[in-house]
C-alpha cells in the first residue's frame, strides 16, 4: 500500500474508536444515573500506529492488501474494570447491543498466558457511517482490571524497548508481578461488597450534599432571601462536622419551605 494511503485508510479505524469511547462512557453515566451498579470503571482508546501495523502484517504474513481482515485490533477499545466479577458482566452487556456483532472472544483470564498476562479480549465488527457510505471494520476491545492493565502497559513497553526477546530474569520477575496482581485482584473480590458499601455510602453522601446545595439556591427566585442565607449557615456547621444526618433533616426542610413557596405563587397566579 502506497504510504500516501495510510491516512485515508485509517480513517474509519479512528471514527470507531471514537464513536466506541462514547458509547461505553455513556453506558456507564447512564447506570450511574439509574442508580445500578457500573461495572465499567474507565475508557480507553487507540488506532494501531503503522509502524505497529507493518510488524504485525509481517509478523502474521498478512498480504498489504488484506490488512482489513488480517489484523483484527487496528481499532483498539480498553475497558478497565474494579473487580474480576465486573469482566463478564460488561462482556454480557458488549454481546447484547445491537449496535455491533461479536465475532469471536479471547479469554486470557481463565488461560493466561504463560507470560503472566491476563484479559479478556473480543473481536468485533462494528459498522461506522463515512462520507462515502457504511463500511464495516473490525475492532478489538479489551476488557481487564486497573491490575491487570498496570501490569500489561508495563509488559508492552518492555516489550517494545527489547522487541520481544526480554532477558530471562526481566521475564521472571514480570510473571511473579503478574502473579501478585492476580492475588491483589482475588483480595479485592473477597472484599469485593465492602468496597461497594463504602463507594454506595460515598455518593449518596455526595448526592444529599448537592440536592442541599441546589435547594437552598432555589430559595432565591422565591425571594427568601433571609431563609437561604440561614441554612447556608447550618450548611456550613453541618458540613464541617460531616454529620450526614443533621445534613438530610436539613435537606427535608429546606424542601418543605420550597414546596410551600411554590403552592403561594401557585395560588397566587389562579
Not at 495510510?6 to 462514547?22: H, I
Not at 480498553?78 to 472472544?105: G, N
Request: proline share 2%; glycine share 2%; net charge negative.
Amino acid at each position: 500500500m502506497d504510504v500516501r494511503d495510510w491516512g485515508t485508510f485509517l480513517l474509519p479505524y479512528e471514527q470507531t474508536v471514537e464513536e466506541l469511547k462514547v458509547k461505553f462512557k455513556t453506558m456507564r453515566s447512564e447506570l450511574k444515573k439509574r442508580e445500578e451498579y457500573a461495572p465499567i470503571e474507565f475508557v480507553t482508546g487507540r488506532v494501531k500506529r503503522i509502524s505497529s501495523i507493518l510488524d504485525k502484517a509481517k509478523r502474521l504474513n498478512v498480504p498489504m492488501d488484506e490488512l482489513e481482515t488480517g489484523i483484527e485490533d487496528i481499532a483498539g477499545i480498553r475497558i478497565m474494570c474494579q473487580f474480576v466479577e465486573d469482566i463478564r458482566r460488561v462482556a454480557e452487556y458488549i454481546r447484547a447491543r445491537k449496535d455491533l456483532t461479536v465475532l469471536f472472544e479471547k479469554d486470557y483470564i481463565t488461560n493466561f498466558k504463560e507470560s503472566g498476562y491476563r484479559s479478556f479480549h473480543m473481536i468485533i465488527e462494528y459498522p461506522v457511517q463515512t462520507a462515502l457510505g457504511q463500511k464495516k471494520v473490525l475492532a478489538e476491545i479489551q476488557v481487564r482490571t486497573l491490575a491487570m492493565n498496570f501490569w500489561a502497559t508495563i509488559e508492552h513497553s518492555l516489550s517494545y524497548k527489547y522487541r520481544e526477546s526480554l532477558p530471562d530474569d526481566i521475564r521472571a520477575r514480570l510473571k511473579k508481578a503478574g502473579e501478585a496482581a492476580n492475588t491483589l485482584d482475588t483480595e479485592m473480590s473477597s472484599i469485593r461488597e465492602d468496597i461497594l458499601e463504602a463507594q454506595r455510602k460515598f455518593e449518596d453522601d455526595s448526592n444529599i450534599t448537592t440536592q442541599v446545595l441546589n435547594a437552598i439556591h432555589k430559595l432565591y427566585f422565591f425571594h427568601l432571601v433571609n431563609e437561604a442565607i440561614a441554612f447556608q449557615s447550618r450548611f456550613n456547621v453541618i458540613w464541617q462536622n460531616h454529620d450526614m444526618d443533621a445534613m438530610k433533616v436539613l435537606l427535608d426542610e429546606v424542601k418543605e419551605l420550597l414546596s410551600e413557596a411554590k403552592k403561594k405563587v401557585n395560588e397566587h397566579e389562579l
